[in-house]
């Protein structure tokens, strides 16, 4: 049996919540299978994020992105796409991609690991999600629940 | 003739530093004309968002002021609250607070020093680097930091902006079973401090020798965390009301940060401050510890502050397991309260250092205006002085590179927390 973990990131900020969102909406679809399924809504969480990642087999992360593309846009970040670390640490800052550096270079990722960005546009806090956010979440939530189910079938056809 | 050059260097770091702030140093004919430690984060009103809450509500939005120290912020503001209602603790809740406590101690000084600080003295622009060289600490230091976040968890019901602490006592009380768990953990992480000081004494440190005064609270029987009265390395030993009549706030121009200073000079407060003040109230296995390494209290080189950390974390392992001995489940966690009019005050050391609040409150609980005191302001005036002599010390002929990278390792020696976002450093340096 797979442990699985899948985290939303976001914060209160209108778009920002692009990550919890999925994850509420992986949670309403009951997506539970026979993982060992854990799903978490985290509010930057900083160097804690390395924590996450260890005693795992699969981390799925969801994080709201702003690359100049059009929101409600979905990327799957394969990890030569991982932004390579620029803006030094902080305590309070560290953000996903520098907990995910630190922890590759301490070998504590999962030996799965998926990435995904929900591309927003700016986010202020005390605005509400906009729509597409909100389709982009569902979607994404249906492609992780396949994903999962998907995994689930070929662990039973390997068992067998 | 000689020829005046300018050299305006803005550097895109340096986001160990917490808040958004600047360095400007301006060198003419080998000498300092100008330093300033530029605070330009906007203020984030946190003082007057209190005015009118119910005082029930005071703990849980003074943890938002800050991510890695929120225990600081609800403990002092509980504690001031508690004075001025009248309320005795339950023997129970106070030493609780002083366990909650330690497991931010141990979280925020890890991180500090792991992540934020020890990247400097490796030659590294910052932890992951280190991590490539230094795995076996870095990961040691995660696990202290994970631990500290687990002991905030256990009384907080979350380590970010925990939630635990009311008016009074506690919400909760952990159940027995997770206690006896979390002291076999708390046991196993000693050696692992120990280790850790080993590690941090035989980091190379520049020599840099200082005079200044440290500023810590004080208490008569343990070494000063969530309670104690104000002492200073000159003699001084006052109570937490008293704190107006010897320290004051000014306003620079040139920083949205409020400077301290006590009877108008800088002072240092933090971990390096306590440590010289409050050195004879370590446990006996801290002291021997320190005494073995040849770590000489008290000390004047700020650059001693990462192994006055780790030092400290060893502490903060050794009283939680001392004070988690024997624990119950108390039949209320938490006293009644009362709330009546008046003033206020408290005071606790956060891992940056000494942390007060003020509190005015009327008739029904009610904040009428507030003002806190956090341990970054009253540090800067000390980092600019620091950065003034120390940077004589080094040597100012050497290249803009070297100046800015011991500028940063000075700063960060404070761990300053200019605001709860990330930032960076920029330094401008002028020569003529």
């Known amino acids: ?49 390395i924590f996450l990642l260890e005693n795992a087999d699969w981390v799925i992360l969801v994080d709201a992105m702003q690359s100049g593309g059009q929101p409600g846009q979905i990327q799957h970040l394969d990890r030569n796409q991982w932004p390579a670390y620029q803006h030094g640490l902080s305590s309070h800052g560290l953000g996903v991609h520098g907990a995910l550096s630190l922890a590759h270079e301490l070998g504590s990722l999962p030996s799965r690991i998926d990435l995904y960005g929900i591309e927003i546009g700016p986010a202020n806090p005390g605005e509400q999600v906009g729509a597409e956010i909100q389709a982009a979440a569902q979607q994404l939530a249906r492609r992780i629940a396949a994903d999962l189910a998907a995994t689930l079938r070929q662990d039973e056809r390997t068992c067998t | 003739m000689t020829e005046r050059r300018s050299v305006v260097i803005h550097v895109p770091v340096l986001a160990r530093v917490e808040g958004e702030g600047a360095l400007d140093l301006r060198i003419e004919d080998g000498d300092i ?14 003082e007057k968002f209190l005015e009118g809450r119910h005082y029930t509500e005071i703990p849980d939005m003074v943890a938002r002021i800050c991510g890695i120290c929120p225990v600081a912020y609800q403990v002092t503001a509980a504690q001031a609250l508690e004075r001025l209602f009248g309320v005795e603790l339950d023997p129970w809740a106070q030493a609780m607070r002083r366990v909650f406590y330690c497991g931010e101690w141990i979280q925020s000084h890890s991180l500090h ?28 230091g995660l696990r202290i930091q994970g ?40 046991r196993a992480a000693l050696p692992e401090a120990e280790a850790l000081i080993r590690w941090a004494a035989a980091i190379p440190m520049p020599q840099d020798d200082q005079a200044f005064v440290s500023v810590a609270t004080q208490h008569p029987d343990v070494y000063a965390i969530e309670h ?27 920083s949205t940060a409020l400077f301290s200073t006590y009877h108008q000079r800088p002072y240092l407060v933090g971990p390096l401050a306590r440590l010289n003040l409050n050195h004879g109230h370590l446990p006996n296995p801290v002291q021997a510890l320190i005494t073995n390494i040849g770590y000489a209290l008290p000390s004047r080189n700020l650059f001693h502050s990462l192994l006055a950390r780790a030092v400290e974390i060893l502490l903060a392992l050794h009283e939680a397991l001392r004070l988690l001995d024997g624990y119950r489940v108390p039949d209320s966690p938490w006293v009644p309260v009362t709330p009546r009019a008046g003033v206020a005050t408290g005071c606790t050391e956060a891992p940056r250092g000494l942390l007060w609040h003020r509190y005015e409150m009327d008739d029904d609980g009610r904040v009428i205006n507030a003002r806190i005191v956090p341990p970054t302001s009253q540090n800067q005036a000390r980092i600019e002085e ?6 004589l010390n080094f040597g100012l002929d050497h290249p803009d590179d070297a100046l800015r ?24 340096v002028e020569r003529a």
Not at chain 2, 230 to 249: K, M, N, T, Y
């Open chain 1, 1 to 49: 049996m797979s442990r699985v973990r899948i985290l939303g990131i976001g914060s209160p900020s209108g778009d920002d919540q692009a990550g919890w969102l999925t994850v509420d909406a992986l949670a309403g679809c009951g997506v539970q299978g026979d993982h060992e399924l854990a799903i978490e809504k985290l509010d930057r969480p900083g160097a804690n994020l």
């Open chain 2, 405 to 428: 990278l011991h500028c940063e390792k000075v700063i960060r020696n404070y761990d300053p927390c200019i605001s709860c976002a990330t930032h960076f450093l920029r330094l401008n």
């Open chain 2, 33 to 46: 004309a100008e330093l300033r430690l530029r605070i330009f984060e906007p203020p984030r009103f946190f």
């Open chain 2, 228 to 254: 104690g009265d104000i002492g200073a390395s000159d003699g001084l030993r006052i109570g937490v009301d008293a704190f107006d009549e010897h320290f004051a706030e000014q306003h620079e121009p040139y």
């Open chain 2, 147 to 186: 631990l500290g976040n687990e002991l905030m968890d256990l009384f907080g019901a979350r380590s970010v902006h925990p939630v635990g602490v009311r008016v009074g006592g506690f919400h909760g009380a952990p159940s027995l079973a997770r206690i006896r768990d979390m002291r076999e953990k708390l």
């Open chain 2, 386 to 391: 620091d950065l003034r002599l120390s940077l």
């Open chain 2, 113 to 140: 020093i792991h992540l934020l600080a020890a990247p400097d003295f490796f030659g590294c622009s910052n932890a992951i680097e280190l991590a490539r060289i230094a795995p076996d600490a870095v990961r040691r």
